[in-house]
Structures are given as C-alpha cells and as structure tokens.
C-alpha cells in the first residue's frame, strides 16, 4: 500500500518554467520525474511504478509473441559500429567516450550491431531460423534539441526487437507477428495510434511502418486519408503524378524578366508583361530550382539541385530522409563561385544532370511529369524560360519526394483529398534486409549446404516514451488520468477529517482491498486540507478516487471516476466488489 | 515454456580460453553469459532469466521492508561529483565523457549525490524523515583489472539504497533495517555468507560491514574468530597490541652490521656476530622501515615512512584502505636523492616523524608498543641500532593498520587464533553520516525550527554479482546447480528417443505443468543423442531433471535431483504433485 504521508513525493502548484507539453508538465507537477540534466531524468517512486507497468505490458506481449528476451551491455565497443560504419555515420548523436587504456567506446543508441553478432556467434545453420530476440534497454542519443520531457530524451528506455530470416518470405513473416505484436501491445496500453507508412532512413531496408501515436505535441507529422485509410509519414508519403499538366504552346522561349529572383516576383512580372491568354499566371506553373550541398558520410561534398513547382517549399525532414545517410547543408555565396553555371534566382534545369557539362546532380519533384510545361531560369541573369517542356527540352537524373506535404493534397492511394496530422512515434517496425547480415557477415548454411547471407528484421518500442505519449492522451486540466493498466495504483483513497472512527475505518477499507489485490494508494495525510488531498488526487490520476468521509455513518463512500468525473455514493459492503472491477488485478489475464 | 529446439543457446564443450574462475567458465560455456569487452557482458535468455529473478527476490525484499523504488540516469552531469570531489577522486574508474556542447558528463559508479540532491529538493523537514530510497540499476566502473566475468565487470548492476535521518539514532536504525533486509535477501537467494566489519574507505562514515559470499575464488580476504565469531574484511581488521614484548637490556647502541640491507641478511648477521644470550636473533625482533610516495587527491606528493616487525610485509590493500583517498606508489632512486636522510636498507625512526628535523610523516604498527624495544637501522650504511626503545628513543606521529594479517593471528574480540577466508563481496552497509549531506547542503528544519544537516546510509547488493556468487557456490565439475529460487527453470524435460507417443506424452505432461505454474524447460531436439542432452542438462544446472523415456510404458519416468544427482523413478499420475513441490511457485509466500 502507498501512503501519501511516507512516500518520496511532493506536487507542485506551479508548472515548470522548461516544460514545453502538457505531459512534461504535469508528469513534473504530480512528482513523477524530475530533470537531472538536458534531455536526462529521473524517475520518482511513483512514475517508476508507471514506467515498470508500461514494460511489463510491453514484455508480456514480446514473450507471448515467442520472442526472446535477452540484455546487451550499453557501453560498446567502436569495433562492430565502425563495420557498418555507424560510428560516423551517427554523428553527434552518437556519445563516444574512451576507457582509461583509450580504447574507443559508445554508448549504445541501438543494439543492430550486436544482435546480429550474437547470432552469428551462436547460430550456423537455417534450421535455427526464423528466431526473434528482444531487450529492453537504457539507450544513449545526443540529440541536437532534446525536448518535451520523456517525449525526446538523451537517455531512454527502448525495447528493440530483432528478427533472423533465411529469406525474405522468412522476414516478412516475421515482421508480420510483430506488427501484431505491436498492435496488442498498443492497444493494452489504451493508447490511441495510428500505423503509418515510414522511411526506412538511415537504417536501410525495405518496407517500414510507425506507430504513432495521435497527439498534437508529437513531432511527427503524418497524412491521413479519410476515404480510403491510407497514412503515412509526411517523409513517406508518395505523390501522385498529376494526370492533368500544363502542356506547351510550341518551342521553349527566352524572355527578358528583370528583378525576378523570387516566384513571386517572376509571377507578378509575367502577369503584367507576358500575360497568358487562358488565365492568370501562378507560381504551380513555374519550376523552382533550389541548390543544396550534400555531404556523403565520407566527408565527400557535391551540389546538387531539385526542381519543384513554385508553389512549394523543399520540406527539410522529406528531404532529410530522401537523402540519407548523406546531409544537406546550404548552398553559400563562396559555393556558387565554385560554380557559376548556377546564377543565382535564374537557375534552369537546361544545364543540369549528370550526363550534362555541369555535371550537377538533378533531381525533379513527381510532379514535374513528362511532357509538362514550365517557365523556368534561363541561367543568365533577368531572363526566364517559358515553355520549357520535361523529357522534351530538359531531363532529370531521377525523381524525390522533398517537397512539403499539404493539406488536401491527393491522396496516392485513391486521390482523395489528404488531412494532415501529429503523433509521437511510439513504435516503429523494419524490414532490414541484409545490410547489417553483410556487413558484419552473418551467414548460416542452408538445405543444400550453402552459405546464405541472414535476412533482418528491426522492431523497436519507446518505453519511457510510451509513459509520456499515455499523458499525453490522458490527461486534462486539472491532472493526469491514466489508464488503469499503467496507473501506479488502482484507487487513490482520501480520508476526510481527522475523526477517528473515519481513520479506522478508511484503514480497514484499504487493506482489504489490498489483501484482494487492489492497488491502494491512500491519502492519510493529517493536518492537509480536504481541498489539498482533491488537488492532488486529481493531478496523480489514479483512475479511481474513493472518498471516505461523512457519508460513512450512513455507510456509504463516494466513488468518483478520474477521468470522467462521474461520483456516486456506494455502500461499504459493495465497495471492495467495485474496485476488483475498476482494478488492474482482474484484468491480468 | 522454454524448448531446447527453438531457444537462442548453444552450449560449449570447451572452456573458453580467458575464464578465470568456475561462474565465468560455467555461465559462459552453458550459454548464460557473453562477453563483448573486457568486464562488459551480454545476458542471453537463460542468463537473464536468472539474472531477473536474483532482481525480483531482492525488490521484493527492498519492497517489503518499506524502501521506495525510483530509478535515476546513468548518464549524468559532472556538477553534482565535483561538489562532493568524487569526479576527481575516482581517477580513472570514472567513465568520463563529453556532450555535443563540450558539456562534462560521467557514468555513474553510485549515486550518493544523485539521491542526496534528490531528497534536498523534494523534503524539508524532520517530519518527512526517517525516508530510505533505492534503485535497481546499471553502474559503470573503469576497473583497471576487470577479471572473473561477471564477477568484477566495468558495466554491473547494483541495487543501492540510500537512508536519510534526522540523526545518528535514526541512522543506527535504518542502517539495521537495511542489514535484516540484507540477511533475508541473501538467505531467499540460497548463498553461504558471512557479515564482516569493513572499512568504510573512500566513502567516508563510521560504521560499515559488508556481506561476503565464501568462495575460494573471492577477491575479499577476510578473517574469522572459530571462537567468539569475531569477523572483518582483512582491511579492517585490528591488530591486538601485544602484553609480551622485547624489553631492552639497556641505552640503545649502534653496532656495524656490514651488508645487511635485508632484514633475512640483518638477523643472520646478529646471529654470527651478535649473538643473543636469551635464544635465537628472529625477524620479529627487528623493526622495518618502509618509505612510500604518498599522492593525495589534490595531487601533491610526500614521503611517508611506515615501521612494522621485520616478519611482516606491508599489505597493499590494508595500506590502501588505510590511506584513502590518498594513493601510494613506490619510493624511487629519484626520490632517494631528494631525501639523503633516508638511507636505503638502514632507516632508523631516529630521524622521522612530524616534529624531527627531516619533517618526514611516520607511522607504525600497532605491535610496536610503547616500551618495546627494537633492532633497527641506524640511518648510517652498514649500520643497526639495537635496543632502541619505542617512548624512550623514538616516536611515531599514529598508529597505522598496513601489516599483513596472517593465519594465527589473535583475534582482537578474545585473543585467540584467527582463520583467514575468501569471499565475494555481495552487500556492503554504510553508516555514511553528514559527509555528503553536508557536501551538497541537504539539511531540514528539526522540532524547534533550527536548520540540520541529514544524516544519510548508502546500502548496496551488487545484482549482476549475485549471480556469479550464486554459480560460485552452486556448481560441480560438470555444470551448474541453481537453487530453485533463481533458476531459469524450475524442471528441465529430457525427451528420449525418437517415439512419437513419447514426444506426445512429455508434451502433455509440460502442457499440464506449466499451466499450475511450474517453469519448463523442455529438451525436444530430435537428432540429438540422449549423451549430449544429458551433458546439457547438468551444464544448464536446472535443480529438477525429468527423464521421459523408455519407463513410460511402465507409468513411470525419472526424476532427478541436480544437484544431488539422486534419481527415482516416479508414477505418471504423481509428477505433478512432486514437480510443485519442488518448484518456484509454491515457494513465491
């Protein structure tokens, strides 16, 4: 039983100054965490409790799953990290320290590298596939802005899974009972989320989805289609290549536009100077083309530009993850020296691609189909190009999707139009393939005796996270409101008054309830206004609130339902049989 | 259930070249444990199973005895460890490193600041006291030597519990809390352990007693009273002053002893030319004198001259914890030079000592008593002093306890001999006092309004050593033996032959078993020889082994004690009940 009079917890009144989101807010006001450094926290007596329920839903469900828990250290060794070249490709995400012989050494941002060493260190031949191994685990990530509490830390709790294949019929296999793995879980965790379609990113492979969790702080932005169900990552959405595009009046033609370095200007002057016969110009039918350095994670650097229609802007995620494990930085004034074939505000796609004399890298936004006609730079300073036709007058190396993503856009499934929203990634799930099997050589035998490369899943769960993502969605003004899966009590019980008889009879109550099961968290505060202990049940958010006070020589207490606010009186000799059924305890199967 | 067919284990038949001891060779060769960097290992499943219920018992006896789980970083800031000086006082132990802002951080070896800081910013006053915290928790140590797997890694978990009081009363009383949840701990876990007065050493404080497990294997010396019960870390053990001592014959005088560096050369040189009229010239009667370099946190250096009986060398771990948190190092020809009072091989205490003319700090045994008298260097080459009288001819400025201590030894409780042990250090108990209290200003207001400073325990079980000093002293030579309580299993099935009716047999029985509760562990490899599964079942070391074979046509099948090697043969229809019986589940009260 918890007693608000002994436990290592005091509420705050007031929100803290750095507490960006309702969940940082109130999981520090209610005494459930406390900030020991950027990004870095510790868990007080009653969110470890929280967190502990979290995990054990999470590890419940991976072991009913057949997958097999198993504990990789957090501080490693450079060694397999350099193989894949992870060590510098994680940049300075990755912390890296030294023992004190100088070995290199990193603290673990997740564990590829060594899961597939252990099975090539233990597993030899296909007839010890598939299997499915799973921590969970402390990780390490030096993020840049690390945020929002628990959302976004610097060390955090992730439960990753891996799974071995000896094919990818093998994998995807695998990674559908993940998936449905992750659904159970998610779901006895009362968390409301949606499976979205993801980039694999850095992480190379195949197919990949996230789980995200709806909320407005999330930092994930996802699209959603109301009509047929399709979502995904706004970096993975795929655009629809229009059926309908502007087509041309004849042969491209060099017009002189002074002072049109911006769309904007370059459509205001064409409407006064150049007028379109059919209908007013607009910045969709201009082709914007916006320069950028990439940097290989060699070190290597090289321009490179893409073309998108007027109207949008390069979205740096989309473009982020289209690119990587290369980054993209801006392109400076002592870059273009490097390269005047690129003028600035009039640069065209004429003198672009690989196979041009330029040389520069080009890449066109889906939109920009063959066949389509634009006004573009015409690579001298104050002149533009109209009629300017895709696959006819200009090519492309190939296509990426880094524009932004809007509202309305059509959805790629059905064309409907697309809604756009924020979740936290609570979840995300892999296809991997062989790259880390490859790279550090983990080969089985098959049936006929050969030596094949190991195909790889990667699933990976946000366990504190997942605490913050749950405040996120429950909670309102006044409190936390947890689900009774994870709250860190069943019942928070406030004993009113300082009447004896009340006290005994308040004690009796809760260790009876205990002795059946019930979570009991009781407020047996003396010398604490009844104001004060509402306060507080109210922002601890267990979900059952038990009052027992004055109704009590009528024998009844009140009953009050967290979330919901419903109270009504019960009478004491039906009161254990409601809190076996609002509690965790008969929920356990 | 768990099943040899699909479980990530591959047993070794051979003992891995760098096992230095029977835990490591064992959880190594039977697939528990791997190692990934020096004293940096991974659990696979069966290891971590262990290891997670050598966690649960001792959370669930942290639990009951009141203490209130929270869980702090690893990760943590350099601020807190500077307060208290330990950043720079832990050397290279310390796991420093650095952030993406060049912020200092470190990996955490314990967490006294942590908690202190902790309990400062939620408690002020004595009315939230007596509070005792823990947590479960992964440390990370830079050990110079890490050795015996497990047993001493770099990356261990510890549970470490921390107890704030008002005063020194209210620490006696939960620093004897924190021991009876001790004893109960190590009893549940089945280890054979003894509580031994210790040093408290670096960390400051009084009373200290640590928890040894015995193994022969153990890094602790200890010593023990057959007769009064008296027992301490050899660290800690106090010299008995003699009652009989050498008594001078008269004024001290010089003879020349020619080539007597060595205190073997010096007392056979006395013998020849010197001859005592009493009995023989003995090691014991001459008085040594070793000069140290000693280094103090602050990095500046001294000479320190230490006098202990020609028979006894100096030990570095007494010496160590004598001087902490000043480190030693050897007196070099350099530094020889630097201090031409001291002549090597004939140092007399003549010249040392605070107050003499060479300043030079020195220290003595406890046996060298006042009024004793001594054969000693007479600070000249090739020259002893005899009779030179402890009081009369010379002083020391403190007693000191750097002397080995040796099988034989009197005990200091009641004078009689003292055995000398190993053990694995599994628990040590501090009373730390107001060190870090008053370090990190942690104080609350008392009845009267007045502001104290707390006064702080710090308790600590290493969890991941637990685990090899259980494998230490449950083993033979052919595997593990694991007490019920901690074993991955509570039955380990052996299905012989290739039978279909015995395969379905052994299934249902598992079936049936593992539905009351019993853990199974299941051996239903087909194509592997009823030899190698046997040898399996001793190496993995489940404490219950099940034959399901050929006496099945007869009703019967083999039960097995591990660790006994005892086996009957047991009715079908009674299994159950005998399987319950000696399992986990009827034991979890």
Redesign the interface.
């Known amino acids: 039983m918890l007693r608000m009079s002994?436990?290592?917890?005091?509420t705050l009144r007031e929100d803290p100054v750095d507490a960006e989101v309702p969940s940082h807010r109130l999981l520090q006001r209610a005494?459930y965490i406390?900030r020991?450094?950027p990004g870095?926290?510790?868990?007080?007596?009653l969110?470890?409790?929280t967190?502990r329920n979290v995990e054990n839903v999470i590890r419940t469900e991976m072991d009913a799953a057949?997958f097999?828990?198993?504990?990789?250290?957090?501080?490693?060794?450079r060694e397999p990290y350099e193989r894949t070249n992870r060590w510098s490709e994680y940049g300075?995400?990755l912390?890296?320290?030294q023992?004190?012989r100088k070995?290199d050494?990193l603290?673990g941002p997740t564990h590829e590298e060594?899961f597939t060493l252990?099975?090539k260190?233990?597993?030899s031949s296909y007839k010890d596939l598939p299997?499915s191994?799973y921590q969970i685990q402390?990780k390490?990530r030096?993020e840049?802005r690390p945020r929002a509490g628990i959302l976004r830390g610097?060390?955090f709790v992730m439960k990753d899974s891996y799974s071995f294949d000896i094919d990818d019929e093998g994998l995807a296999n695998s990674y559908r009972q993940h998936r449905d793995a992750y659904i159970r879980t998610f779901d006895r965790l009362g968390l409301d989320y949606v499976i979205v379609s993801a980039m694999s990113g850095a992480m190379g492979g195949s197919r990949s989805e996230e789980f995200l969790a709806r909320s407005e702080v999330g930092e994930d932005t996802f699209v959603e289609c109301p009509a047929c169900g399709y979502a995904a990552n706004t970096e993975a959405v795929t655009t629809l290549a229009p059926a309908e595009y502007n087509r041309a009046l004849g042969e491209p033609h060099i017009e002189e536009t002074p002072e049109t370095s911006t769309i904007e200007a370059l459509v205001s002057y064409a409407q006064d100077a150049l007028p379109r016969p059919d209908r007013a110009w607009q910045a969709s039918d201009t082709l914007k083309n916006v320069v950028l350095l990439v940097t290989d994670p060699d070190g290597a650097s090289r321009p490179l530009v893409i073309g998108v229609p007027g109207d949008r802007a390069i979205d740096e995620k989309r473009l982020e993850a289209a690119l990587a494990p290369a980054t993209v930085s801006a392109f400076t004034d002592e870059d273009f020296e490097q390269y005047p074939v690129l003028v600035p505000g009039y640069i065209g796609p004429q003198v672009l691609g690989k196979d041009s004399e330029s040389g520069i890298e080009y890449l066109v936004d889906p939109r920009v189909v063959a066949g389509s006609a634009w006004v573009t730079g015409a690579n001298e300073p104050g002149r533009h190009v109209f009629d300017l036709v895709m696959g006819r007058d200009f090519r492309a190396d190939a296509v990426i999707e880094a524009a932004e993503v809007r509202q309305g856009d059509p959805c790629p499934v059905c064309g409907q139009p697309l809604a756009i929203e924020r979740g936290i990634e609570i979840g995300h799930i892999f296809q991997l393939g062989r790259k880390y099997a490859e790279a550090l050589g983990l080969q089985v035998l098959d049936e006929n005796g050969e030596l094949v490369t190991v195909t790889m899943g990667s699933y990976g769960i946000g366990v504190s996270r997942a605490v913050a993502a749950i405040a996120e969605q429950s909670h309102d003004e006044t409190g936390l409101c947890w689900p009774v899966a994870v709250a860190p009590a069943d019942v928070h019980v406030v004993v009113m008054g300082k009447n004896p008889d009340v006290l005994a009879a308040a004690e009796e109550l809760c260790e009876q309830a205990e002795a059946e099961g019930v979570r009991v968290l009781v407020d047996d505060r003396t010398g604490v206004s009844a104001g004060v202990k509402f306060n507080d049940a109210e922002l601890l958010g267990i979900p059952t609130i038990l009052v027992v006070g004055r109704g009590l020589k009528d024998g009844v207490v009140e009953l009050r339902d967290r979330a919901s606010g419903d109270a009504e009186d019960v009478p004491v000799s039906e009161i254990l049989a409601r809190l076996l059924d609002r509690s965790a305890v008969v929920r356990t199967d």
């Open positions: 002994t436990l290592f917890l005091r005494g406390r020991v450094a870095i926290f510790t868990w007080l007596p969110g470890w409790r967190y057949g097999q828990e198993m504990h990789f250290p957090a501080l490693l060794p300075d995400t912390f890296r320290l023992d004190r070995g050494y603290l060594l252990a099975v260190s233990e597993f299997i191994l402390t390490y030096d840049a610097r060390e």
